[in-house]
């Protein structure tokens, strides 16, 4: 199955764990507001690490969407790892297993996002296992 839409998302700074300049390490939280296919809010922490080299960073984040996934309602964590080389951005985005609640029990899929002009897209396969 698929799902797709817009988000609006809103990262506020939060006090890093390690505030060694060196570290070049940073903490947010993350609201998110999803349209579309899947009508959610989620709220959850994204680490980032940040290189000499500008456009060069990576990120991991944990959030908890609750909401309606084509008219199933439940919540469902999703775990993000990312990495930017020089501007080219590599988006690995899963809902973490056995996380469904619900009628989104046994949620199981991948998320892409895509930013076209500011405007945020997700495109979201998914399948929910009765197993």
């Known amino acids: 199955?698929?799902?797709k839409g817009?988000?609006?998302v809103k990262l506020s700074?939060?006090?890093?764990?390690?505030i060694i300049a060196e570290a070049k390490l940073g903490r947010m939280s993350i609201d998110k507001e999803f349209s579309g296919d899947l009508q959610a809010?989620?709220?959850g922490e994204m680490?980032?690490?940040?290189?000499?080299?500008?456009?060069?960073?990576g990120y991991v984040a944990i959030e908890e969407v609750e909401g309606i996934l084509q008219g199933k309602e439940g919540t469902f964590i999703l775990q993000h790892n990312a990495t930017?080389?020089?501007n080219k951005q590599?988006?690995?985005i899963i809902v973490v297993p056995d996380s469904g609640t619900g009628e989104l029990k046994g949620l199981i899929g991948r998320m892409q996002i895509n930013i076209i002009d500011g405007k945020h897209f997700y495109d979201f396969d998914y399948n929910i296992s009765t197993e």
């Open 47 to 57: 680490l980032s690490a940040f290189s000499n080299t500008e456009g060069s960073v």
């Open 6 to 8: 817009t988000f609006e």
């Open 84 to 86: 930017m080389t020089r």
């Open 90 to 92: 590599e988006l690995n």
């Open 41 to 43: 809010v989620s709220k």
């Open 1 to 3: 199955m698929n799902a």
């Open 13 to 18: 700074k939060l006090q890093p764990y390690n």
